[in-house]
């Protein structure tokens, strides 16, 4: 059983964790003073423009390079095949399957390209205005090839994405919960449910999406003799630079990576790029610096895409709405290649499908395919919004079934407060929770029975705005990941993250972090559990992070992890630091260990005044004058977390839609979210994090979509068609908390990132579907233009109602148009 | 090349430059005024937004030839006597950005909606800030800040009389009169 309550248990008076801290990122960002990777300069330093390939599919069959050589500026111009030993390979660290089907990703494409976009060649020059200019010189002769482009028909291989690989089936991958021991037999489940229960059969489309952070990649390379440094946009700069090593055959060691100022990733930029090597390449090819930033219209082409499934849901129930089986079909589009986690992103979704409900059977098959598009990795919520998406709208399908509340039916079905820890049908144990708290408070905060009288109001008055309520109770895996688990699941890597504690002689401390942040908030909230944990005042906390050689180890921030894992790693380090610290104040103070207290900063002998503060113990060590014998002269520490399991945030997010049924257009009325993220460590930041993931997974049910001509063009190339919701597309959200601190780990917190995005897309959708299913309708493909909404109104199954509305003439009979027939011959007679 | 001048932060430039450099570039490349960054290649986004004669403009959508004759300030100039601008200290305490890459640009753009509308609905922030992109916050926190500075320029206006786009009392009138002098 897990408590439940307003305000986290740390809050005490004096303590840093809870508060509301205005971050310290933000003086640099609000005055111009900030080092994104283009502000960087170097002295020599020469620019890159890459030349792409217009085809989805093509072979190479001759580049000329002559009239861009010898144009103004040009240094040289470099094709895959000069670079073709030199320059890595874009990897996958997580192959899901030992026999998955894994095409060699080439940093510069050498013979064939396999989406448009891919680069096969690049300028070297003075100014990125010549390397452009000469980049419209290189003339490169192509062949083109049959290109596969649809999810579905790649799956049948009638084209083939890489002809040499003989089919687009990437990976099969299956979790069967009673193969496993789990859970029961789905088939036998939803076989009983067809005779005598209820049996829902629904598919789901995630279109593609683009992450679209707001500063498009940049990467800047160093190399100073042997060494290297590498500048560049990254989420992930420790995995980029082992990545390096291992597939370029450079030593470790002589490679430094920094992430200076990164703006914005959303997983768009956990890859290591083409661009990056291609970069490291050149510069090492030609022993000089060398940058090469991205254009936005480059950036949303080339850049990973996320999402792209086909989702079949099977879902069976007794007639009372207990559920009692779940089988998942996946269809998950990986690109022309295997991203860096490739495969992984829609085998995450494979413990997120049950969610909070309690199904006795559970099948989840999932198959990735390759086609001749952008490579797919993750975006925000990386398969956990896909499988909420499909689970949250099913639900719902049940309820409409039942003709009952489609809370009160997950009610019936989840895992009650009693319950914890519990370990699901995925065979995922989920320590702490409490859904029926979260969810009583949002409705509360939400006025659900209100609105839902609005709404039956409105049916019964055939109100042509018809109110739709939409609901989703969504819960997420985060803290990724214990490395144990990676190994079994076959990933590439670990999952655990390092700290490192240097307590200065003049009582400031420096912390290291493995965490890599670009808009999280790190060096803020770092600084208050340091501070808590130290007992030293906030502003003496130093954060550093996002360069190798400072903090040495990591592995970065994706996954809603950084706070789960990373701050885990702080508070070891700290307690590390407080146990050195407690041998030399027991010496100085000439006590026992046993008698000494570490409270608000201080070492106290018990029952006396006397006592240290750690910066006191901290200036004792730098000077060595008086310490025990043969001791070390540090206090500092060093800490590496791996995680015992995953941590499982889960909220209620409700969301009041109107759709104006004669032209589909639709309106936000009003949306609320109760998350529970365990303990909240600065609250400031934890609302941005919510807002922020809300409009992301609302864009996805409204506004966002990634589409490609008949010949593989991207036609959202640039931000005019790919349409990022304004200030003026959005509301003011409601959001509030409930706190049940996960077991696992000594805050008690969850993860933050990702759960607005993961649990919002449903509760749009969903309160869509609610608004229109009384005209015969149960699903409105995203994103729900008022186009869609409003086809799917006239699709409908359901004719209007008795006593519906007709809808408005758009002119009164016998009234001019509004153009004058007179001087615009082509309008008349024509309504609009 | 074409030579211009241009009064950038309040310091005089005359450089040549080539006549299709965009504004932004001349501002980065060849000023060093990395403060002001850009988003997109389609002026979608806002990031490059800077004030020209005290007007808000996307610096990737006009021509540094363009700014000849004319007063220029970016975020870097907005910090008066080492003073934030009421709008970038309400960003700070509003939490209004997180990555803040968009943030020049949207404290610029929030700068000369307040100079046209001091008091500012919801919406009409909304509305004012249309051409902004910020992937990170949801806008709330920024609509939020907006209104912060709208509320602490009305209590300071009716103390000492009308602010102006940069949020320095007198400094926009003598940005005027510096233009009119040289255009």
Redesign the interface.
């Known amino acids: 059983m897990t408590i439940t309550e307003d305000r986290p248990d740390t809050a005490a008076p004096d303590a840093e964790i809870g508060k509301a801290r205005r971050r310290k990122e933000d003086q640099r960002l609000i005055t111009g003073r900030t080092r994104w990777t283009d502000n960087l300069t170097v002295p020599g330093m020469l620019h890159l423009a890459m030349v792409r390939s217009p085809f989805a599919h093509a072979n190479i069959t001759s580049i000329n390079t002559d009239e861009a050589k010898a144009a103004s500026g040009v240094i040289d111009v470099i094709t895959g095949e000069d670079i073709k030993d030199v320059q890595g390979v874009n990897a996958n660290a997580w192959p899901i399957t030992t026999d998955q089907v894994t095409p060699t990703h080439l940093p510069v494409a050498v013979s064939r390209v396999a989406c448009a976009g891919e680069i096969v060649a690049v300028v070297v020059a003075r100014t990125p205005a010549e390397a452009r200019d000469a980049a419209e010189l290189v003339d490169v002769d192509y062949e083109e090839l049959p290109a596969v482009l649809d999810l579905k028909e790649a799956a049948a291989d009638t084209v083939i994405a890489h002809p040499d690989l003989g089919t687009n089936k990437c990976a099969f991958w299956k979790l069967d919960s009673a193969e496993q021991g789990s859970g029961g037999d789905v088939e036998a489940a939803i076989a009983k449910a067809r005779t005598d229960g209820i049996v829902i059969e629904r598919e789901y489309r995630q279109q593609r999406l683009i992450p679209a952070f707001m500063e498009p990649r940049s990467v800047l390379v160093d190399p100073t003799g042997e060494q290297m440094i590498v500048w560049s946009s990254t989420q992930v700069p420790h995995i980029l630079r082992f990545l390096i090593a291992a597939t370029m055959g450079i030593p470790e060691s002589k490679i430094r990576v920094i992430a200076p100022d990164v703006g914005g990733g959303f997983g768009g930029k956990l890859q290591t790029t083409p661009e990056e090597f291609a970069t490291i390449a050149i510069s090492r090819r030609l022993g000089k610096p060398c940058k090469y930033t991205e254009t936005r219209s480059e950036s949303l082409l080339s850049g990973h895409h996320g999402r792209d499934q086909w989702q079949k849901l099977t879902l069976s129930a007794e007639k009372d709405g207990t559920v009692t089986g779940l089988k998942v079909d996946l269809l998950a589009d990986m690109g022309a290649y295997v991203a860096i986690v490739g495969g992984g992103v829609p085998v995450l979704g494979a413990w997120m499908f049950n969610s909070i409900y309690k199904f006795p059977a559970y099948q989840f098959n999932c198959q990735t395919v390759l086609t001749n598009k952008t490579w797919v990795d993750a975006y925000r919520g990386a398969g956990r919004p896909e499988a909420t998406f499909a689970i949250e709208r099913i639900m719902d399908e049940l309820a409409a079934e039942l003709g009952r509340d489609p809370i009160e039916v997950r009610e019936q079905n989840w895992i009650t407060h009693e319950e914890f820890p519990f370990t699901t049908v995925a065979g995922m144990t989920y320590d702490s929770g409490n859904y029926e708290a979260a969810t009583a408070k949002a409705k509360e905060l939400f006025g659900y029975d209100e609105l839902r009288a609005e709404q039956q109001q409105r049916r019964d008055s055939h109100d042509p705005v018809q109110l739709g309520i939409g609901v989703s109770t969504f819960t997420e895996m985060c803290g990724l990941a214990p490395s144990r688990i990676l190994g079994q699941l076959n990933y590439g890597a670990g999952g655990w993250e390092h700290a490192s504690i240097r307590m200065l002689a003049t009582g400031k401390v420096e912390v290291l972090t493995g965490s890599s942040a670009h808009g999280q908030g790190h060096e803020t909230a770092w600084s208050q559990i340091v501070a808590d944990r130290l007992g030293v005042a906030f502003e003496d906390v130093e954060v550093l992070h996002g360069d190798t050689q400072i903090a040495h180890r990591g592995m970065d921030t994706y996954g809603s992890r950084s706070l789960v894992v990373g701050g885990e790693a702080v508070v070891r380090a700290a307690d590390k630091v407080i146990a050195k610290a407690k041998v030399f104040a027991a010496h100085l103070l000439e006590a026992s260990e046993d008698d000494l207290e570490f409270k608000a900063g201080r070492f106290e002998v018990k029952g006396t005044d006397k006592g240290l503060a750690i910066g006191e113990v901290a200036l004792a060590a730098f000077a060595g004058h008086n310490l025990p014998d043969g001791a070390e002269p540090s206090i500092d520490a060093d800490a590496t977390y791996d995680p015992v399991n995953f941590s499982f945030p889960h909220g209620t997010h409700l969301c009041a839609m109107e759709v104006d049924t004669e032209t589909g257009a639709t309106t936000m009325r009003k949306y609320v979210c109760v998350d529970d993220i365990g303990t909240i460590i600065n609250p400031l930041i934890v609302e941005g994090q919510i807002h922020g993931g809300l409009v992301q997974g609302i864009a996805q049910a409204l506004w966002e979509g990634a589409e490609y001509d008949e010949n593989g063009t991207l036609v959202t190339g640039s931000f005019v068609d790919y349409t990022l919701p304004t200030a003026a597309d959005t509301i003011n959200y409601v959001s509030d908390h409930t706190v049940s601190p996960s077991t696992t780990n000594t805050l008690g917190t969850k993860g933050v990132g990702e759960a607005g995005t993961i649990a919002s897309t449903p509760a749009v959708v969903n309160a869509i579907v609610d608004a229109i299913r009384s005209f015969g309708v149960n699903d409105v493909l995203m994103p729900c233009t008022p186009e869609r909404v409003w086809k799917a109104i006239l699709t409908g199954s359901a004719k209007p109602a008795e006593g519906e509305r007709e809808a408005a003439p758009h002119f009164d009979d016998g009234a001019p148009n509004q153009d004058n027939p007179d001087t615009s011959a082509s309008t008349q007679g024509g309504a609009q | 090349m074409t030579r211009i001048t241009v009064n950038v932060d309040g310091t005089k430039y005359s450089d040549e430059v ?1 006549p ?1 450099t965009l504004l932004v ?1 001349y501002l ?2 060849s000023l060093g ?10 002026s ?2 806002g ?1 490059c937004t800077v004030h020209l004669d005290g007007t808000s403009v996307k610096s990737c959508n006009m021509l540094a030839v363009q700014a000849d004759g004319h007063e220029v300030t ?3 100039g ?2 008066k006597n080492g003073e ?1 601008h009421p709008l ?1 200290t309400a ?3 509003c ?1 209004a ?8 640009g949207m ?1 610029m753009q929030s700068c000369d909606l307040l100079k046209n509308n001091p008091d500012p609905s ?1 919406q009409e ?3 004012g ?15 939020k800040a907006v209104q912060q500075a709208a509320r602490q320029g009305k209590e300071s206006g009716q103390q000492s009389g009308q602010g102006d786009a940069d949020g320095n009392p007198v400094d926009l009138n003598e940005a005027e009169q510096t233009v009119g002098a040289t255009s």
Request: proline share 2%.
């Open positions: 080539e299709r570039q980065r490349e005024k990395t403060g002001t960054v850009i988003g997109c290649d389609t979608n986004c990031a970016t975020i870097e907005l910090a934030l970038q960003f700070h305490e939490h950005l997180q990555c803040g890459y968009c943030t020049p404290i919801e922030i909304r509305e800030l249309e051409g902004n992109l910020c992937r990170c916050t949801g806008y709330q926190n920024i609509v």
